[in-house]
T-cell receptor, first 114, second 110 residues
Framework: ETGVTQTPRHLVMGMTNKKSLKCEQH?????MYWYKQSAKKPLELMFV???????ENNSVPSRFSPECPNSSHLFLHLHTLQPEDSALYLC?????????????FGQGTRLTVV | RKEVEQDPGPFNVPEGATVAFNCTYS??????FFWYRQDCRKEPKLLMS???SGNEDGRFTAQLNRASQYISLLIRDSKLSDSATYLC???????????FGAGTRLFVKA
């Protein structure tokens, strides 16, 4: 079982829907991240949380809303998305952001906006 | 210039071949470097860190050239199972300064 678990694995939603992606890590890490991976593009960092506090919002549109209730859980709330938001959304965790070592990724949620 | 650039490939090589990838970075203050591997429709996983003096892990050798601002990955005796996308990762300070390359696609054929 992976140390970082994401649900759901696949999601199809309409542009008027509201949905949430969930990420849980069992590694005792203090930093968690949301990344977006579109076809043939680099991984794009969206949000960073360190000890439950958001430390980075990489100019992400407000239709994406993160929530980090504790160091082990991270959510990404989705609302009125656009078709170009279709992508693989990856959650990752690492020990801390002060010293970046290995980041462990979840298996991702493949999102399709119709 | 992109912050981290990789040749997207694909690299098509026969089993047993040696193949090398380069990755260039633009920020001279970058501090740490990594190679990740991503299989098709799977999440990225750490392959190896890249140390200043170069480092080897079995068939894989990583090198860092700070003067020219690039890192490299050499794979010897390629296996079919090496087929994947290899992502270059460059880190400044703090996790939010981590930049991923777009990846280099490798196909190893029998």
């Amino acid at each position: 079982e992976t140390g970082v678990t994401q649900t759901p694995r696949h999601l199809v939603m309409g542009m008027t829907n509201k949905k949430s992606l969930k990420c849980e890590q069992h590694l005792g890490h203090n930093a968690m991240y949301w990344y977006k991976q579109s076809a043939k593009k680099p991984l794009e960092l969206m949000f960073v949380y360190n000890f439950k506090e958001q430390t980075e919002n990489n100019s992400v549109p407000s239709r994406f809303s993160p929530e980090c209730p504790n160091s082990s859980h991270l959510f990404l709330h989705l609302h009125t998305l656009q078709p170009e938001d279709s992508a693989l959304y990856l959650c990752a965790s690492s020990q801390a952001i002060s010293v970046w070592t290995e980041a462990f990724f979840g298996q991702g949620t493949r999102l399709t906006v119709v | 210039r992109k912050e981290v650039e990789q040749d997207p490939g694909p690299f098509n090589v026969p089993e047993g071949a040696t193949v090398a990838f380069n990755c260039t970075y633009s920020n001279s203050a970058s501090q740490s470097f990594f190679w990740y591997r991503q299989d098709c429709r799977k999440e990225p996983k750490l392959l190896m860190s890249v140390y200043s003096s170069g480092n080897e892990d079995g068939r894989f050798t990583a090198q860092l050239n700070r003067a020219s601002q690039y890192i490299s990955l050499l794979i010897r005796d390629s296996k079919l199972s090496d087929s994947a996308t290899y992502l270059c990762v460059v880190n400044g300070t703090g996790g939010f300064k981590t930049i991923f390359g777009a990846g280099t696609r490798l196909f190893v054929k029998a």
